[in-house]
């Protein structure tokens, strides 16, 4: 991630340039006003007049520069701002799936505001730092203008104050991590607050115990550990700036031997020291920053995000325009799995689909269906095994992002977009007109310039409108993971007697993930998992054959039951 915020720096590096030399100028210009001014107050009252054209010309080029430089420097850092977040962004879209689902929704939920966040605190800062480290650089030189030795001498008492503060920083950059740990806990407990409301608000006992224990304690970790690098942090800028006034002390109470006979000196460091206070305060201040800029790079770091900014593994490796036949030989995918200690081991997996076939996949839970489906589609990465399009072989992540663009989906946890994106094809709308109709949602839900009037709607219908965005994509294969399990009879009905035979006979492929044994008679072919494993594939006469008694298919209005054989 630091090289993403470097790769940024450099395409603005012009930007950056001219505002370093704005603010270099400053703080020359600032160091030069203070030698003027104590050139001044060493001159008589009626000789100090000749400087004053000399003033102004520096207070206005300062005023110039310094402008300057804080414009650049604040257009850079939202430029970085604004760079980072669509940088983290496409790297999330852009990984494995699989490696996304190990980090955790809420992972990459603090990811992209808490972190992103603490970057751009201090990005958006970078104007003041820079200034001041400006105006701190053009103070020292003037210093060592006015005696080297005495300098050096307060570089020594400055080192001292910046080894006490290193020093500090080691333990307050420990207790800032543990406090980024905490947010990560609690952003989960945050999507458990969003997310299982319902269940908590139903039963006071496990809410009061996910409160307290939980919650909580997160909550409390988190706090204990900021304000503890806080206070680290708010210790060593005391200590700081205390050496700053330990120097001016010994410069006036020390005897002129062990400093300097000249008054004009002595006067111009003591004025350049008081001065310097506020930018070095200011800088100091911001240490805080860095720290928690630090932790959040570190963070984002451990994301360990597949691609480089701005890759893209699509761009060189067009889309198959048609499909002939996709096929799985001997396709294993592993992952641990979430109750139990081993690993789960789906395949290996032998299946070939053509166009213009139903096909049904069936299993208990945990049985493998969803990863077979994620598998299916190139969400996922096969272990081993091959997967081929037309007889060529899906290789490498280029082939697979290729590969995807031939199915239409709708998951279980499927995400409803307000947007027809990336269909802007003004010929789709009468089509879409006439599905909404079809799905019965034309007198709740209207469709204009691509958008939803509303998909404010209950599961079912929402999962309605996600087939319908399927149908419109027009891919050679549509894959519905438990698509009629939100569904009442009649559109269960709907679904597979109607719309599945109306896109298997466009000559699509369909797969759909079913417990609806009542319509397995539907399907060309059913495929059964157990264990991770197919332990059958039965042709729609097969599936017939082997059924010792018809199955009903469930009664719906206005139609009589009918016997049909699962």
């Known amino acids: 991630m630091m090289n993403g915020v470097v790769a940024l720096l450099r395409g603005s590096r012009w930007k950056l340039a001219g505002a370093g030399l704005a603010g270099a100028l400053s703080g020359l210009g600032i160091a030069a006003l203070i030698a003027l001014i104590n050139s001044a107050l060493a001159l008589p009252r009626a000789e100090q007049g000749r400087l004053l054209p000399a003033f102004v010309a520096l207070c206005v ?6 402008t300057a430089s804080e414009a650049l420097l604040v257009r850079l850092s939202q430029h970085l701002i604004a760079g980072l977040r669509c940088q983290l962004s496409r790297q999330i879209l852009a990984s494995p799936l699989r490696q996304l689902e190990q980090h955790g929704a809420h992972r990459l939920l603090a990811a992209l505001t808490d972190d992103v966040q603490k970057i751009a605190a201090l990005l958006t800062r970078l104007p003041t730092f820079c200034i001041n480290v400006a105006v701190a650089l053009g103070c020292f030189a003037y210093l060592g203008w006015l005696s080297w030795p005495l300098m050096l001498g307060a570089l020594a008492c400055i080192g001292i104050g910046i080894g ?12 800032l991590q543990r406090s980024r740990d905490a947010g990560d806990e609690l952003y989960k407990h945050f999507i458990t607050v969003t997310e299982g409301g319902k269940e908590l608000q139903m039963h006071r006992g496990r809410r009061s115990a996910f409160l307290t224990r939980w919650l909580d304690g997160a909550v409390a970790r988190l706090r204990h550990n900021f304000v503890s690098g806080m206070t680290i942090y708010a210790l060593a800028e005391s200590l700081g700036l205390l050496m700053f006034f330990v120097f001016i002390g010994l410069l006036l109470f020390l005897p002129p031997d062990y400093t300097t006979h000249n008054p004009a000196v002595l006067s111009g460091y003591a004025l350049t020291f008081l001065y310097l206070i506020t930018p070095v ?4 201040n911001l240490a805080p920053d860095f720290g928690q800029f630090r932790v959040a790079l570190k963070q984002l770091a451990t994301l360990q995000l597949a691609l480089a900014p701005g890759q893209d593994h699509g761009a060189g490796r067009p889309a198959w325009k048609t499909l002939q036949q996709l096929e799985l030989k001997g396709v294993t ?13 789906l395949g290996p997996i032998d299946l070939s689909l053509s166009p213009g076939e139903i096909v049904f996949i ?14 299916l589609v190139g969400l996922y990465a096969p272990d081993s095994g091959q997967v081929s399009v037309n007889g060529e072989a899906v290789v490498g992540d280029a082939d697979r992002e290729a590969y995807r663009q031939l199915f239409s989906c709708v998951f279980a946890d499927f995400y409803l977009f307000e947007e027809l994106l990336g269909l802007d094809d003004p010929e789709r709308a009468p089509r879409a007109g006439e599905l909404l109709k079809r799905l019965k949602l034309d007198h709740k839900v ?6 939803f009037s509303t998909v404010a709607l209950s599961q079912g219908q929402r999962k309605r409108l996600a087939l319908l965005g399927a149908v419109l994509e027009d891919r050679p294969v549509c894959l519905f993971d438990e698509w009629a399990a939100d569904q009442d009879p009649v559109f269960k009905r709907v679904f597979y007697e109607d719309i599945l035979p109306d896109l298997k006979a466009q000559g699509r492929t369909v797969v759909a993930i079913t417990h609806d044994d009542a319509y397995f008679h539907l399907a060309d072919r059913h495929v059964k998992l157990e264990s991770g494993r197919i332990v059958s594939i039965r042709s729609q006469r097969q599936a017939a054959a082997c059924n010792e008694e018809p199955v009903a298919a469930p009664a719906t209005p206005g139609r009589p039951s009918q016997l049909q054989v699962g």
Do not use: I, M, P, W
Request: hydrophobic share 35%; charged share 20%; glycine share 16%.
């Open 362 to 375: 069936t299993g208990g839970n945990g049985s493998g269906k969803t990863t077979l489906a994620k598998l």
């Open 333 to 345: 995918h592993g992952y641990r799995s979430e109750h139990e200690d081993g690993q789960f081991t």
């Open 61 to 66: 080029g300062v005023f110039l520069a310094r």
């Open 446 to 451: 209207s469709l204009e310039k691509g958008r």
């Open 281 to 284: 305060e200011v800088l100091v």
């Open 164 to 175: 006490v503060f290193l020093v500090a920083q080691l333990r307050a950059q420990g207790a």
